[in-house]
């Protein structure tokens, strides 16, 4: 534990870049600073599935296909290509669906979800969707305010838990998730099967969006003359659109 | 996460303008909002510096940071709805619809 807490102490989160380079001296709030320091220390833990060095290197397969000026078409694998380093730990089809996830995940379909999970195991796959999906926000969140991304942290020794709740399939999503199955929102739901990371992309969540608990609540706003809920939504649909997804 | 977004907005926002990408949107700071989560979204460095800018002008950098947030955690929610298969249930899709049809989400491959 003295390992971990020593390597931490010395990573970066993107958002302390905020701090530090400054968007004009504006200082990021502290919730969003720390899930974004708390994500990208999860990126280098070892996970439920995968190992932190197998984690990491998938997230720079995601970080690869966000920033990729040259993108390879949906229906080519990244690994086909030169563009991935030559020595790997992890397989070419983790690889090549974390780069689609990562800049073409609209075009992921059941049948390509499908032949991954037969590849590598559900669970495994839902896993890295997480990983995907939190590399996109933080990577995104630093090109928005205009602040470098910081590399990812060392990988953590250690093996992954490989431990989960009890399970159902689900009729909202194609993935497995923690029984009972379609009580909740699809979203909320996706990740339910690796509790690890459904704690990481809520806490997120809460941090960038909204808390949970206040998503009843129409006149909401994180501060007086922040962002209305309407504010909010505009930008969301927009993105939404733009990233063509139609859930 | 389109479909999920526009029934939240209660009708405040003019979605045609959202989906156009410009027009009046009905909200205060609205054009500058709209071009800021275009150019998020969009690959083009420059006009995003531009926007980022704009924005902060007419409110301030935290409100800036906040709508970057905002944007960024729409990436991870998009990511997460359409790798896992996410559907939203009937009931929902019918209340949905109009917004569906105004943003043209109809035509996306990832409807499912």
Request: proline share 5%; glycine share 6%; net charge negative.
């Amino acid at each position: 534990m003295d390992i971990l807490t020593q390597n931490f102490s010395e990573i970066r989160s993107p958002t302390s870049f905020c701090e530090d380079v400054g968007v004009g001296g504006t200082t990021v709030r502290d919730d969003l600073a720390e899930a974004h320091r708390l994500a990208w220390e999860h990126i280098a833990s070892p996970g439920t599935w995968w190992t932190a060095a197998e984690r990491v290197e998938l997230a720079t397969t995601v970080r690869l296909a966000i920033d990729d000026d040259d993108p390879l078409p949906p229906w080519v694998g990244v690994t086909t290509s030169d563009r991935l380093p030559g020595e790997r730990i992890v397989a070419d089809v983790a690889h090549d669906v974390a780069y689609r996830i990562g800049r073409h995940a609209a075009t992921v379909s059941r049948d390509v979800a499908r032949a991954v999970m037969d590849e590598i195991g559900e669970l495994a796959y839902v896993e890295l969707c997480a990983i995907a999906s939190s590399v996109a926000a933080v990577v995104h969140f630093c090109r928005n305010a205009g602040v470098e991304v910081p590399p990812f942290p060392e990988p953590i020794a250690g093996e992954p838990s490989r431990e989960h709740p009890a399970l159902a399939d689900a009729e909202l999503n194609w993935v497995p998730v923690a029984a009972p199955a379609d009580e909740v929102a699809a979203v909320v739901q996706a990740y339910t099967a690796v509790p690890a990371e459904q704690v990481n992309t809520w806490r997120m969540a809460d941090a960038q969006y909204m808390p949970e608990e206040d998503m009843i609540h129409a006149d909401w706003s994180r501060r007086e003359g922040g962002l209305s809920r309407a504010q909010m939504e505009l930008v969301a649909a927009r993105v939404a659109q733009l990233r063509e997804c139609f859930f | 996460m389109l479909s999920w977004s526009t029934a939240t907005t209660g009708g405040e926002v003019d979605l045609a303008a959202v989906a156009a990408g410009e027009g009046d949107t009905r909200l205060e700071r609205g054009d500058e909002l709209l071009r800021f989560a275009t150019a998020c979204a969009t690959a083009d460095d420059d006009e995003l510096a531009r926007a980022r800018a704009a924005l902060a002008d007419v409110s301030d950098e935290a409100f800036m940071v906040d709508a970057a947030a905002v944007a960024a955690n729409f990436e991870m929610m998009t990511r997460l709805a359409d790798s896992t298969g996410a559907r939203l249930p009937a009931d929902r899709l019918e209340r949905s619809a109009q917004a569906i049809g105004v943003m043209g989400a109809d035509e996306f491959v990832s409807k499912r």
